[in-house]
């Protein structure tokens, strides 16, 4: 069975840092688009950040562009999220997900992670 395994949630105080990894298991991913979303209390699902196959090209969600940093390394078969100068409204489940569209809408992305959680302190 397909699974996505995200790690590296955490409490961290604001303006602090925290890098997610997100580890495909059951087969390798490094045909596929990754994203990762995030959701908040409350809220719906937001999108983060996508990167294509090579890891040639990226894109943020203008929430984070600037402070976080998509990343892969295919040989390894994972995925990072860099979160740099992070903040309160940073402070969310976070969750890798992988499609053959390189999208920003979660419909597109056909595997998903259970989600990890990111808490940030003021």
């Known amino acids: 069975q397909v699974q996505l395994v995200e790690s590296g949630g955490g409490l961290v105080q604001a303006g602090g840092s925290l890098r997610l990894s997100c580890a495909p298991s059951?087969?390798?991913?490094?045909?596929?688009?990754m994203g990762w979303f995030r959701q908040a209390p409350g809220k719906e699902r937001e999108f983060v950040a996508r990167?294509?196959?090579?890891?040639?090209?990226?894109y943020y969600g203008d929430s984070v562009k600037g402070r976080f940093t998509i990343s892969r390394d295919n040989a390894k078969n994972t995925v990072y999220l860099q979160m740099n100068s992070l903040k309160p409204e940073d402070m969310a489940v976070y969750y890798c997900?992988?499609?053959?569209?390189?999208?920003?809408?979660?419909?597109?992305?056909?595997?998903w992670g259970q989600g990890t959680q990111v808490t940030v302190s003021s």
């Open positions: 990167i294509n196959w090579s890891g040639l090209r990226t």
């Open positions: 997900a992988a499609g053959n569209k390189y999208s920003t809408n979660e419909l597109d992305y056909d595997y």
């Open positions: 059951g087969r390798t991913f490094s045909s596929y688009v």
